[in-house]
Structure formats: C-alpha cells, structure tokens
C-alpha cells in the first residue's frame, strides 16, 4: 500500500470506461471470427435472458441449498434436463460444475475413492488414470492434483482415434477410471465409447465419456444416413460423463454437469468434514462460495432453447461445418485429421504433396489472425509409441458460424494461398528468452514451432512463467 498511487474512489462511468476500453482490445466473443473458446448461439434472445439471472442470482451463494434453497431447486432441474437429453434414467444422479474442468476433475476424484475404498490395502495406493493421447488435459490435472499416475494409450495417426482393445489392455488392478471423449477436443473424433465401456465394465474399470464439448450438441447431430455411434449413459458400462453447459449449451462461462449411473459414485465426488468449530461442511464440488449466477443462466437458457431449439441450432452448426468441410478438401495442401462426428475440424499440411505444396497450420492460423479469423494452433505431438500426431489449425464451429460460413471458406482459401509452399514454421532457440522480455509476438507460428521442439521438461516452466508474467501486478 505504500508504493502505489492513493487508492481513492472512481465514478461508476470511468471504471465502466475503462472495462469497456479494456474489453475492445479483446478478439470479439461474438460473431463467428473466434473459431475456439466461445460458442456464439447466434441468439441475442439468450443472450439476453442469460444476463438478466446472472443479474438476479449473483449475489446468491451456492454454498449452502438448504439456505438458498433456489439453488438446491435449479441445480435438481438442470441435472433432470442432462439426463434426459444425456440418455440417464431415474437413477442417474449429479452435479452443476463451474466448467469442464471441474466436472473431469471430480469424476477422477470419485474413481479414485471408489477404487481406495474397494480394498483396504489401496488406502493409501495410487491409482492409474488410463486415457487416450486426445483426452483433454483436464484429466492430467486431476491426475496432478489427485496423486494418480496417467497411462496415455497413443491413438492412430490417421483417424485419430485409439483402438479400443489397446485401451483395455492397459486397465488393470490399479486401474480407477477409464476416459473415452465424445469427441476428443483436437481432432473433434469420437472415441470407441461402447467397446471400452463394454470391455471395462468386464474387468470391474469405472469408464468416464468425456462429452464435455459434444453433449449439448452430438444429441441432434446424427441423421438417419450418418447417426452418431452410441456414446452416451445409454452405453453399458458408462459409469460417468461430464457435459458443459458454456459450450454448447450456450449458458455464460461457469456452467457443465458430471453425471454418475448410480448414487455411490456421486456421493464419492462429495467432501464432507465436522472437524471445525464451524458449521457443519459439505461441499458437492470443488468450490466453497460460488456464485449461483452461471447455474441460474445455465438453466434459463436450457429452457428458453427447448428440443427444437436445440434441434435447430444443432442443424445451423453442422451445416457450417459441412461447409467448413467442403472446403478444406477443396483447398490444396490442407487435409482433415480423422473424420470428425461433430463440430470441430483440425487442419494439417497434406503430406502426400510435394513440400511446395503444402500448407504449414501454423502459418495457416497467423495468415487466417491476418485476415480477421482466429484459429487455434494446435502442436505436434510424440506419442508412447514413438508415432507422432500432426500440428493442426483447429476450428470449432458455432451456430452463428453459419452466417459467415462463405466469408470464412473464402478467408481460409486465400490464407491457405498465402502460405502454401513456405517452409513449415521452425523452431527459434533464442525465442524463449525473447518472449519473456518482450510478451508474446502478433505471429505466432516460431512460437508454437519452438513449444512444439522444446522437451516438455522445459516448456511447461516456460509456459508458467510467460501466463504468469502477462497478469502480473500492474498499477
Ligand atoms: C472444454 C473441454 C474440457 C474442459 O472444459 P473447461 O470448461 O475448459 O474447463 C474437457 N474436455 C473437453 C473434450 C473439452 O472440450
């Protein structure tokens, strides 16, 4: 308090201002041009119905449903609208999470109490976490933070996807949980769900399906030529699934469900302690105060959507990406990863043209930034088995996606035009010293090459450092 300029009080118009200033530096979370991080429904209605119960539950605290039994009363009705549309029963059971990470996080942690309590010599044992390379790094994280060791089955180079019998072969006796993703966040493909569940469910693995992202959307994504393959609570030895409410279910940021097929394995997720002089605590998920805001929106969004709601949006989404699709088969030097089921696409350079040909994603992703689209540079990656996954440019697709569907394939085309040829972006050592100095650069593309060369052991320190520095203490 003794360095900084005096602390005194500002008119509700400047720190408005200012917000608003700061807020127009930002990639616009409206309007399709982010083609990662937010899900535009397109829908200024929901928008506005989100706004208005953030507004009336902000100040409510989710800590305690049996003070603020509102929030007991909204959680009970958004967890009935995922079971159903989450293929659940009257016995599946769950939680309202702040996001994807939470909801993985605590299935992990309720697989591992389930597996500790099942034999008293696993007290204090520690678990495997067995995954595919494309799970989502929330898993990692849970594994990090719940002491369990992570077993990365690698998946196949061309569909992305692990060979099922692969996955079972590394579940064991130390095995708590098995993750399949419906789809995997990368590559946007669906995972064997029904054959690990099934296989799992035979050697006593508890399965999560990782349908973070494909939840609110892969429901009404299939047709009567192309459905969906099973993947939901609807498949036998699914025990758990995580679905995220700010993604495709349009709810503001701060909103998913994990659900569980039966009660035990929900009340694992729970903490619960008396050992205070306090009121008694339990808590469901990982927070203690919460807002009851993002629940509130989260709901009344759901509902002001409905089936058809859902059904259409669904619908503007995949015919966007169909588009999308079209196009980067029709673009030289550029090739799909897999065959995604869903609305996420990963560009590579296609390999089986002559160097001159190709079309590196990472300068695909800078030359798209040029021309107004964010895509998201995706790196390559060494699996278990020494193959390696492809770097990508990954592209998720909206609802609103649609509306600008032929501005972005025309933007894409002439980007993909910009770079086709140029030597792959390549890694510069002296970049690291550099981008703590001076931030991160406009292009990014040596950035994601150098992050992509470096050994892990020395990227994730780097990693810390530069987010850390970026929100380091300003006046
Ligand atoms: C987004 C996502 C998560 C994690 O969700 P957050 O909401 O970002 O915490 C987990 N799995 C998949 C497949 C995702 O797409």
Same mark, same amino acid.
């Given at each position: 308090?003794?360095?900084?300029?005096?602390?005194?009080?500002?008119?509700?118009?400047?720190?408005?201002?200012?917000?608003?200033?700061?807020?127009?530096?930002?990639?616009?979370?409206?309007?399709?041009?982010?083609?990662?991080?937010?899900?535009?429904?397109?829908? +200024?209605? &929901?928008?506005?119905?989100?706004?208005?119960? %953030?507004?009336?539950?902000?100040?409510?605290?989710?800590?305690?449903?049996?003070?603020?039994?509102?929030?007991?009363?909204?959680?009970?009705?958004?967890? *009935?609208?995922?079971?159903?549309? #989450?293929?659940? =029963?009257?016995?599946?059971?769950?939680?309202?999470?702040? /996001?994807?990470?939470?909801?993985?996080? #605590?299935?992990?942690?309720?697989?591992?109490?389930?597996?500790?309590?099942?034999?008293?010599?696993?007290?204090?044992?520690?678990?495997?976490?067995?995954?595919?390379?494309?799970? !989502?790094?929330?898993?990692?994280?849970?594994?990090?933070?719940? =002491?369990?060791?992570?077993?990365?089955?690698?998946?196949?180079?061309?569909?992305?996807?692990?060979?099922?019998?692969?996955?079972?072969?590394?579940?064991?006796?130390?095995?708590?949980?098995?993750?399949?993703?419906?789809?995997?966040?990368?590559? /946007?493909?669906?995972?064997? %769900?029904?054959?690990?569940?099934?296989?799992?469910?035979?050697?006593?693995?508890?399965?999560?399906?990782?349908?973070?992202? /494909?939840?609110?959307?892969?429901?009404?994504?299939?047709?009567?030529?192309?459905?969906?393959?099973?993947?939901?609570?609807?498949?036998?030895?699914?025990?758990?699934?995580?679905?995220?409410?700010?993604?495709?279910?349009?709810?503001?940021?701060? *909103?998913?469900?994990?659900?569980?097929?039966?009660? @035990?394995?929900?009340? @694992?997720?729970?903490? *619960?302690?008396?050992?205070?002089? /306090?009121?008694?605590?339990?808590?469901?998920?990982?927070?203690?105060?919460?807002?009851?805001?993002?629940? +509130?929106?989260?709901? +009344?969004?759901?509902?002001?959507?409905?089936?058809?709601?859902?059904?259409?949006?669904?619908?503007?989404?995949?015919?966007?990406?169909?588009?999308?699709?079209?196009?980067?088969?029709?673009?030289?030097?550029?090739?799909?990863?897999?065959?995604?089921?869903?609305?996420?696409?990963?560009?590579?350079?296609?390999?089986?043209?002559?160097?001159?040909?190709?079309?590196?994603?990472? &300068?695909?992703?800078?030359?798209?930034?040029?021309?107004?689209?964010?895509?998201?540079?995706?790196?390559?990656?060494?699996?278990?088995?020494?193959?390696?996954?492809?770097?990508?440019? !990954?592209?998720?697709?909206?609802?609103?996606?649609?509306?600008?569907?032929?501005?972005?394939?025309?933007?894409?085309?002439?980007?993909?035009?910009?770079?086709?040829?140029?030597?792959?972006?390549?890694?510069?050592?002296? &970049?690291?010293?550099?981008?703590?100095? =001076?931030?991160?650069?406009?292009?990014?593309?040596?950035?994601?090459?150098?992050?992509?060369?470096?050994?892990? =052991?020395?990227?994730?320190?780097? #990693?810390?450092?530069?987010?850390?520095?970026?929100?380091?203490?300003?006046?």
């Amino acid at each position: 308090m003794t360095t900084s300029p005096r602390w005194t009080a500002r008119t509700p118009d400047d720190v408005l201002g200012v917000l608003a200033d700061l807020r127009r530096a930002d990639p616009p979370t409206h309007g399709g041009r982010v083609l990662s991080y937010v899900y535009d429904s397109g829908r +200024a209605d &929901l928008d506005a119905v989100a706004a208005r119960a %953030v507004e009336l539950f902000l100040p409510v605290n989710g800590l305690d449903p049996t003070t603020f039994t509102s929030v007991a009363a909204l959680e009970g009705r958004v967890v *009935a609208r995922a079971r159903q549309v #989450l293929g659940g =029963d009257e016995g599946t059971v769950g939680s309202v999470t702040t /996001g994807g990470t939470e909801s993985c996080l #605590l299935a992990v942690k309720s697989a591992r109490d389930v597996w500790r309590a099942a034999d008293p010599s696993r007290v204090h044992a520690r678990p495997t976490l067995v995954l595919p390379t494309t799970a !989502h790094p929330a898993f990692h994280k849970a594994a990090a933070y719940l =002491d369990l060791d992570v077993v990365a089955v690698p998946v196949d180079t061309v569909r992305g996807t692990p060979d099922a019998q692969a996955v079972l072969r590394a579940l064991d006796e130390r095995t708590a949980l098995v993750v399949v993703s419906a789809p995997s966040y990368p590559f /946007g493909v669906v995972d064997p %769900v029904a054959q690990v569940a099934a296989g799992a469910a035979e050697r006593g693995v508890a399965c999560h399906v990782d349908a973070c992202i /494909g939840g609110w959307v892969l429901p009404w994504w299939g047709s009567a030529e192309s459905p969906v393959p099973p993947w939901d609570l609807r498949v036998e030895g699914v025990t758990s699934i995580s679905a995220d409410l700010h993604k495709y279910g349009f709810a503001p940021k701060g *909103a998913s469900v994990v659900l569980y097929r039966d009660a @035990a394995r929900h009340r @694992a997720q729970f903490f *619960a302690t008396t050992a205070w002089p /306090g009121y008694p605590v339990v808590n469901p998920t990982v927070l203690g105060s919460r807002s009851a805001g993002g629940l +509130a929106a989260a709901w +009344a969004v759901l509902e002001s959507v409905g089936e058809d709601g859902m059904a259409d949006l669904v619908a503007a989404t995949r015919s966007a990406t169909a588009t999308l699709r079209a196009v980067v088969d029709a673009t030289p030097g550029v090739r799909l990863v897999g065959d995604p089921t869903g609305p996420l696409l990963a560009v590579a350079a296609d390999d089986a043209l002559d160097a001159d040909r190709r079309v590196d994603p990472f &300068l695909l992703v800078d030359a798209l930034r040029r021309r107004g689209w964010l895509a998201q540079a995706q790196p390559a990656l060494v699996q278990g088995d020494g193959s390696s996954l492809p770097r990508t440019a !990954h592209l998720t697709v909206t609802p609103v996606t649609l509306r600008v569907v032929d501005d972005l394939g025309a933007a894409f085309r002439a980007a993909a035009d910009d770079v086709r040829g140029l030597p792959p972006a390549a890694p510069d050592p002296g &970049l690291a010293q550099a981008v703590l100095t =001076d931030g991160l650069p406009e292009d990014l593309a040596t950035v994601m090459a150098t992050l992509e060369a470096l050994p892990p =052991d020395v990227v994730r320190p780097l #990693l810390v450092e530069v987010l850390a520095r970026a929100s380091a203490p300003t006046a």
